[in-house]
Every structure is written in structure tokens, then in C-alpha cells.
């Protein structure tokens, strides 16, 4: 069973769902990342340090002895990778640098980049969201390194997120870093808050996609679709 995720922009929550609903329906708010005006006052050292203190409490909270040597270094473990890593695209100074490259072939064909693993943590649970994405575009005079394909994906990736808004931010960072509307960006993901608690349905995956410029054209459209072929592969 696929869930067919849809764009159509969410309105702002109004403050009758459930905090429970809210996460369990999924429901974003925004294709802007919610950040604090302060979000990077402090630096990475304090931030992991901070976490690392209040990861502590919730542990001791949870009633886990952090004496036991398994258990001790987990709070400094866990803020570091939070920081770090899994959430290191939260920092713009990590956005990739991109360099465009002049179009010498004159290749005027679509260019389509697909199954790029990523790994990503739901904004609503703080667990995985795992899943593949197949991007494409049409070259308006420059072309980009396909490895920085990639790494756009990892690093909007990298943040606390919801699927529909990580679609939207690899499409219109392409769209900006190219400069041209001719990007298609299709997202098929496993939500592990969806698999492992909740409803526990272990087979279901959530597919959107964003299609911009001629990729909005039926054609167009469906010769990207024919390459990616089978999405569960
Ligand atoms: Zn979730």
C-alpha cells in the first residue's frame, strides 16, 4: 500500500488538533524550516554540551542508572550526533558550495539523478525517516557536479523534518543554484514513526514529489517517471 503524498500547502496548525494528531496525520506547517531568530547564537560546543545536560535528566528521568558504563557516555554521544550530524543541516554555514560548470556538450536533455539514499529524522517523533530521491533537471547554459546533487539532498536531509517540505526544499534550491524552473524532485520514504510505533504498518511508504518548469508538462513528466521505473525497485 503507497500513501501518495500530495504539495498542497498545509494550512497553519489552529490549534484544534491534539498535539497527538498533529504528529500521527503529520502535519506540517511550512516549507520554511521553524527556526528561532537565536538559532545560532551559540555554538556547536555549547550546544552539545547543553544537550548532553538535558539528555542526562531524560535519561535519569526514564529511570536509567548512568553510572553503568554501557549507559554513561550516551548523553555526549547523542548531542554530538545531534548536532554534529543528523541535524547538522540545520546550520546553513554546512550548506554545500556549489559550483556550476559551463554546459559543453550542449546537452539540452533532462539529467536524472535517481535512488540517492538519505536518512532523515521526523520533525514530530525525532525518529528515522529513511527513503530515496530521484531529482532531474533540464540544463539552462550550466550544469552541476552530480555529487552536489547529492549532497543537497543530504543536507536538507539533515534536519528535524516533514517529507513534503524536504521535497520542496531540494526543488528549490536546484531551482536556485541552476537558475531555471526545469526541475522535477520525486521523494519515496519510509516513516519509522509510521513503522515502528503508532500504527505500526511496516509496509506502507509515502511518495511526493514537486515538478517545476517543463517537468509540469505531461511528456516531460512521464519520460522522467519511465526512468525512474518501478519506484519500489
Ligand atoms: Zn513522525
Do not use: W
Not at 96 to 116: H, S, T
Not at 175 to 204: P, Q
Amino acid at each position: 500500500m503507497r500513501q501518495k503524498g500530495t504539495l498542497s500547502v498545509i494550512p497553519p496548525v489552529n490549534g484544534k488538533l491534539s498535539i497527538d494528531e498533529i504528529g500521527d496525520e503529520h502535519i506540517g506547517t511550512s516549507y520554511d524550516t521553524p527556526l528561532r531568530p537565536d538559532a545560532f547564537e551559540k555554538d556547536d560546543e555549547l550546544k552539545i554540551e547543553l544537550i548532553e545536560k538535558h539528555f542526562t535528566e531524560i535519561m535519569q528521568i526514564l529511570g536509567l542508572d548512568l553510572t553503568d558504563d554501557s549507559l554513561k557516555g550516551t548523553p555526549h554521544r547523542v548531542a554530538k550526533m545531534f548536532v554534529k550530524e543528523i541535524f547538522s543541516g540545520l546550520n546553513p554555514d554546512n550548506k554545500p558550495k556549489i559550483k556550476l560548470f559551463e554546459n559543453k556538450y550542449k546537452y539540452n536533455e533532462m539529467l536524472v539523478e535517481k535512488d540517492i539514499t538519505f536518512y532523515s529524522n521526523c520533525e514530530h517523533h525525532f525518529v528515522p525517516i529513511i527513503g530515496r530521491a530521484h531529482v532531474a533537471y533540464i540544463s539552462n547554459g550550466h550544469v552541476i557536479g552530480l555529487s552536489k546533487i547529492n549532497r543537497i539532498v543530504q543536507y536538507y536531509a539533515k534536519r528535524p523534518q516533514v517529507q513534503e517540505r524536504l521535497t520542496v526544499q531540494i526543488a528549490q534550491e536546484l531551482k536556485e543554484v541552476l537558475n531555471t524552473e526545469d526541475i522535477a524532485v520525486v521523494i519515496d520514504a519510509k516513516h519509522l514513526c509510521v513503522s515502528s510505533r503508532g500504527v505500526n504498518d511496516t509496509n506502507s511508504s509515502t511518495v511526493t514529489a514537486q515538478y517545476m518548469g517543463k517537468f509540469q508538462l505531461e511528456a516531460c513528466k512521464n519520460e522522467f517517471l519511465k526512468y525512474l521505473g518501478n519506484l519500489n525497485g
